[in-house]
């Protein structure tokens, strides 16, 4: 089974910290995607990529950055935390091949304070 | 630009009542249809998808049909278990592996 894992379950940081979040996944997916989850809004895209040291804004990526530089890991970088980004973070992956699924993380809750 | 637009909730139903949530979608060319379904602390997972219309997508009782002519992907299921209760996303998937997500629909069935 192809797995998709986030470093942490829950995170809780201050107003203005760095924060790093990971994911890595074991199938040697090309593509890797980083959305965020609040209730009434969905899932919405912050960064995507396509391949090692790729990437590419989703739809929110204000207030974010990603690293790609190993095929198997894709990190979500906060630069500066704000209670606005408080949420849960989800990592996914997807071969390169049209039609093919998404295969999630568990999340990472992230409370900023 | 292309969008999802699924049923609001919560939903509750009563155990083995019958399911329906509806789905449209507004996209440009053949887009593939997706429904997810993330059960309480966890990830998304897929629950059925259809790849071209009039296909149907099925998987653990669940259903869904893709109809083009009224751009919709309605799932539905025969007799809930309170172990269905979870939250149910729509999506689809344009070329390029770009994914559109709706909202979530909050399903809780009682025994």
């Known amino acids: 089974d192809v797995k998709v894992t986030q470093s942490s379950r829950y995170l809780v940081k201050r107003t203005g910290e760095k924060v790093f979040l990971e994911c890595v996944q074991d199938m040697d997916h090309e593509n890797m995607f980083w959305y965020r989850q609040d209730p009434g809004l969905g899932l919405r895209l912050i960064y995507f990529?396509?391949?090692?040291?790729?990437?590419e804004k989703g739809d929110i990526p204000e207030g974010y950055s990603v690293s790609r530089e190993k095929k198997e890991r894709f990190s979500l970088i906060l630069e500066s935390a704000s209670t606005n980004q408080t949420s849960m973070y989800l990592c996914?992956?997807?071969?390169?091949?049209?039609?093919?699924?998404?295969?999630f993380g568990s999340g990472t809750q992230l409370s900023v304070l | 630009g292309d969008s999802v637009t699924q049923m609001e909730g919560p939903v509750t139903l009563s155990e083995e009542a019958f399911l329906t949530i509806n789905c449209t979608y507004t996209?440009?060319?053949?887009?593939?249809l997706f429904w997810y379904v993330q059960y309480p602390g966890e990830g998304l997972q897929l629950l059925l998808k259809?790849?071209?219309?009039?296909d149907k997508g099925s998987n653990k009782g669940f259903e869904a049909t893709y109809r083009k002519e009224t751009t919709s992907f309605h799932l539905e299921k025969g007799s809930v278990q309170v172990s269905d209760s979870a939250v149910y996303f729509c999506a689809l998937e344009q070329t390029g592996n770009q994914f559109y997500f709706g909202t979530g629909t909050s399903l809780t069935v009682i025994p």
């Open positions: 990529s396509y391949d090692v040291k790729m990437k």
């Open positions: 996914a992956s997807s071969p390169d091949r049209a039609r093919e699924k998404l295969f």
């Open positions: 996209a440009t060319g053949y887009p593939s």
């Open positions: 259809a790849t071209k219309a009039d």
